[in-house]
């Protein structure tokens, strides 16, 4: 069966209409006007703001024009990524998905059901003659995945919502009502070069087959970072030989842990039996600390040539041994809230080329004074070895509010529905719910969504019999929303 002919079947025929058309972050002009053209086929009020966020306007069902009005809201953005041996044009070709039992993913590349699923979900509402529903804001940001611009830029007198379902949560058993808020670390720093010693080796390392992942989500599952592998396999090298570093690639998205990660090295041919040793030797160490999570893992040797130069040999030291002290992963778990990670810091982008060494790191946290401190913490470990230092994209955390009255009518109405009591919990990801409030102060916010699993890396997937679940849900929550 195709992903067409899944139940609910206008919801997923929307999520593939959707995946058709190219959507990366910062470029979304040809999303944005897919949406614009859907509203205006349905005669519903459409507007598109100033930085290019998309609002359709629905009047309510019959019979419900006294319940409070609702926003729904969803990203139109997606993550790209795929997998090094994947060949695929993002900027032009739609996603290749596919049915895998109870399961749909994307032939090499991320899926997109982060958020697109949300934005299926409520198109197909909007779309419905059939579903009871108040009045409607249905409300699609852009740019959420690089930077939330879309909500910081939103222009709060265009809705009149009271209450706010964020759709753009990863477990069907999860009401969020808090998230992390979050700052990105850009470093630059121009590097000495030398030319390759005469009768060098040049060897190009590669680290594969990692999960990678969601930076907020699965900071905290033990996920391997390949930038971090591979600064711990160069300094193990560099303390038993005598190397020369010629180009470092790894990673892609500042919000998503690398899976890959490559390096070009040069050494003499006599330490080629003492290289091999210690390359098999880290492998052995990799398998044995990670055997229970990368279980994919591998790492890659071949002989290359570089007509190129190298990084000197002071700068090369200084490079290796930042990039091994630099913070990663879990910073601090919240002391207030059971199993969530409160403060976090992830490597996402490292590259050594033509005499400029880069490098993107994003911090989280649901408390801003520990956002700042791990912030500070980075900032001063590439201060030390001379970098430039940039720290911009600041954006707020989402702060609980046990006392939600559509928490309250949702939580009961999940437990009505799956004779369960659901998870009221926090997450580590970067909602756009805390940008929101700011601009919404007086909106009752919730989030949710189906269970979506790898989101961020080309091993994304959605659950079928999740989005079915998330789909009755979500019907029964409209109607149950409390009158004015």
Known sequence: ???????????????????????????????????????????????????????????????????????????LDMVHQKNGDTVFDFDNEGIKMRVQGDWIDAEGTTLGADNGIGVATIMATLSS????????????????????????????????????????TEDDDELSIG????????????YDSEPIFASSKC????????????????????????????????WTISQKMNLQLISFDGGGLRNAIPRESSCVIAFSENDLTLFKTIINSMVDTFKTEYKSIEE???????????????????DCKKIINTLCAVQNGVYRMSPDIKGLVETSSSLARVEIKDGSFITQSLQRSSVDSTRDEVAMTIKSCFENMGCEVIQSGEYPGWQPNPDSRILEI?????????NENPQVKACHAGLECGIL???????????????????????????????????????????QIPVQ
């Open 437 to 479: 409030g700011k601009h919404l102060p007086e909106v009752d916010m919730i989030s949710f969504g189906p269970n979506i699993r790898a989101a961020h890396s080309p091993d994304e997937k959605v659950q079928i019999s999740s989005v079915q679940k998330f789909w009755k849900f979500y019907l029964e929550t409209l109607n």
């Open 1 to 75: 069966m195709t992903v067409r002919n899944q139940e609910p079947n206008s919801l997923w025929n929307h999520f593939a209409d959707l995946n058709a058309v190219p959507r990366p972050s910062k470029k979304e002009e040809r999303v944005i006007e897919f949406m614009l053209n859907f509203g205006k086929e349905l005669n519903l009020e459409t507007i598109k703001d100033e930085i290019g966020n998309v609002i359709i306007k629905k009047p309510a069902s019959p019979g419900m024009e006294n319940r409070k009005k609702v926003i729904l809201q969803s990203h």
């Open 296 to 314: 994919h893992m591998r790492v890659e040797c071949n002989e290359t040539q570089s007509n190129g130069s190298a990084v000197s040999n002071a």
């Open 203 to 234: 060897f190009e390392i590669s680290i594969k087959g990692l999960l990678g992942g969601h930076s907020g989500m699965d900071i905290d599952s033990g996920r391997g970072n390949a930038n971090k592998w591979m600064s711990r396999l160069l």
């Open 179 to 190: 998230c992390a808020g979050g700052i990105d670390t850009n470093t630059s720093y121009s």
């Open 129 to 168: 003659n059939e579903i009871q529903h108040p009045a409607l804001e249905a409300f699609f940001t852009i740019d959420e995945e690089t930077g939330m611009t879309g909500a910081k830029e939103m222009d709060g007198s265009l809705f009149d919502g009271e209450i706010l379902l964020n759709l753009d």
């Open 410 to 418: 949702m939580e009961q109405l999940y437990k009505d529905m799956f």
